[in-house]
């Protein structure tokens, strides 16, 4: 929840007029983190403090395959809830070991995608990434951070200038795609 890019996404997207609600679970299980990630969604849909008419789920490294999974979960999405996915730095393999890939998930989802990756991600190789968006049936898109790693740290710039480029993108992408 405190990662860098999500704080500084849900401050550039605050000052936009976007309302973004950050989260965290304890501990890498991605059975229980798909089911804490479930139960906000759930929660924000039968909400009458809230009465939100969608939202987008996104999540960093391992939050982003949890949204992946509460998405895939509900295929249907029969009442539009969930608008699309954002996925920065999607860990579509462990280091090292491209061989066994964790797109289950991304296959089944039919809602917008956007992916924010490193050309660098040791956890995501961009041709191994883009093999797998052309497979999916939702519209897509990916912004590849130039030399960026799985951190989306990048030599030579600035982690501000780093930040900056993922929230217009993401901004870009939201506008593009937000029902009105």
Known sequence: MNFPQLVSLAAYLASQGIL???FTCKGLNIAYR??????VVEYLKLSDD????GVFLAGR?????????????DPGNN???IQGLICLSYPLHRPKLQSKLRDEDLLFIRC????VSGSADEMCEK????????KMKAPKKIHWIDKANHGMAVKGRTEDDVMEE????????LRENIEL
């Open 20 to 22: 973004c609600l950050r």
């Open 34 to 39: 798909t089911k804490a990630y479930k139960t």
């Open 50 to 53: 809230y009465k939100l008419s």
């Open 61 to 73: 490294s391992m939050g982003s395959r949890a949204a992946a999974s509460v998405i895939h979960a």
């Open 79 to 81: 009442d539009d809830f």
């Open 112 to 115: 917008p995608v956007l992916f």
């Open 127 to 134: 041709q191994l990434l883009e093999r797998v968006a052309s």
């Open 166 to 173: 993922i929230n217009v993108q993401v901004f870009s992408w």
